[in-house]
């Protein structure tokens, strides 16, 4: 039996060893510059369910762990040309990605000081020259726990991101992040001296949609209305549920006729078509108050907040279902009236 053959020690298990694992399709790197060690191992894990990525060197092994999906375990050998397994796995601990690998060194170094040394460089385990497949198994199975156990812990931590960062009913951002996301807005327009559109818009006529319909028709509008306007915007522009029925949109980038004329086109696809909800056809419109931070003016965010609502009172006072706007600090007041194609003094 050739010496690398009898090494790697390798046998195949049973074929219901493993099943988490073919339902999973857990993937394991193998890096080994031993042809006849790595044809053996990855022939082994393939039969064993697992999905197998393969490099000849720890170069190569590291450019396949610093991949996004990389492989969730890897197992790589000691000695290799390039970089050694203990430099890739140092190199992988130090950047901190998530999520997790789970490094297993394949090594013939049976040295306490030499085990040591693995761990400290942030192996989790090692695989010691020769070994048997029991050993293999157990070890591959306490990896795929850690991962299973990890990809759990952020999902949860995700979970309760949402949870915090999100309105439960629309998705959108909520009231909190919404105006934090405009803090952060603001002060990267003011460093870089470009404007940024405020909207604040409010559903027409809510009130009568629930008295009328219910509260869950009235949740299913706002569910759309949301969706509806999320859909219509640029990629980089934000929205949130500022409360109730009223939601707040940043524009970065958006001076004071850019800001009317993306809440002009907002409206109109907000408006059209009507709603089906629970084969009820309603028709919902919104009011729009705009206003922009233009680089030059004293503005302040709870000042463009509360000229932005003011826009948007003004909106309501001339009969809904339009866009209005505030210029921040003109005197007097200057106005955009969806109706007209020229400003007009208020």
């Keep these: 039996m050739p010496a690398d053959e009898r090494d790697v020690g390798l046998v195949y298990a049973p074929e219901d060893q493993l099943a988490y694992v073919y339902e999973n399709r857990v993937k394991i790197l193998i890096a080994d510059d031993s042809i006849v060690s790595r044809h053996l191992l990855e022939a082994t894990l393939r039969k064993w369910g697992y999905e197998v990525a393969v490099a000849c060197d720890g170069v190569e092994a590291l450019e396949i762990l610093e991949q996004d999906h990389a492989p969730a375990l890897a197992i790589l050998d000691w000695m290799m040309p390039g970089m050694t397994g203990l430099e890739v796995c140092r190199r992988i601990r130090q950047r901190a990605r998530e999520p997790y690998i789970y490094i297993l060194l394949l090594t013939s170094k049976s040295q306490k000081e030499d085990l040591i040394e693995g761990m400290e460089a942030g192996a989790d385990d090692y695989i010691t020259k020769p070994f048997d497949q029991h050993e293999l198994q157990v070890r591959l199975r306490a990896g795929t ?176 279902n339009r866009v209005e706007f505030l210029s921040f600090d003109s005197e007097p007041v200057m106005l955009f009236n969806s109706g007209k194609t020229e400003p007009i003094a208020q």
Aim: proline letters at 3%; one cysteine or more; a neutral charge.
């Design 145 to 320: 726990r850690l991962v299973d156990l990890q990809a759990e812990l952020l999902s949860a931590r995700e979970a309760l991101r949402e949870e915090a960062t999100k309105d439960s009913l629309t998705h959108l951002w909520n009231r909190n992040s919404i105006l934090e996301q405009m803090t952060r807005e603001l002060s990267r327009s003011a460093r870089e001296k470009g404007p940024v559109g405020v909207i604040m818009v409010d559903l027409d006529h809510f009130k009568s949609v629930n008295d009328t319909y219910g509260h869950l028709v009235g949740d299913a509008v706002l569910v759309e209305a949301a969706r509806r306007m999320q859909n219509a915007m640029r990629p980089y522009d934000a929205i949130g549920r500022y409360g109730g029925e009223e939601f707040l949109i940043l524009l970065p980038g958006c001076d004071q006729q850019t800001s009317f004329s993306q809440a002009e086109r907002l409206r109109k696809h907000l408006a059209q078509p009507s709603m089906s909800l629970n084969e009820t056809s309603i028709c919902v419109t919104a009011s729009f108050g705009a206003t922009s931070a233009v680089p030059g003016q004293s503005w302040t965010q709870e000042g463009l907040i509360r000229k932005a609502d003011e826009a948007l009172y003004l909106a309501k006072k001339l009969g809904r």
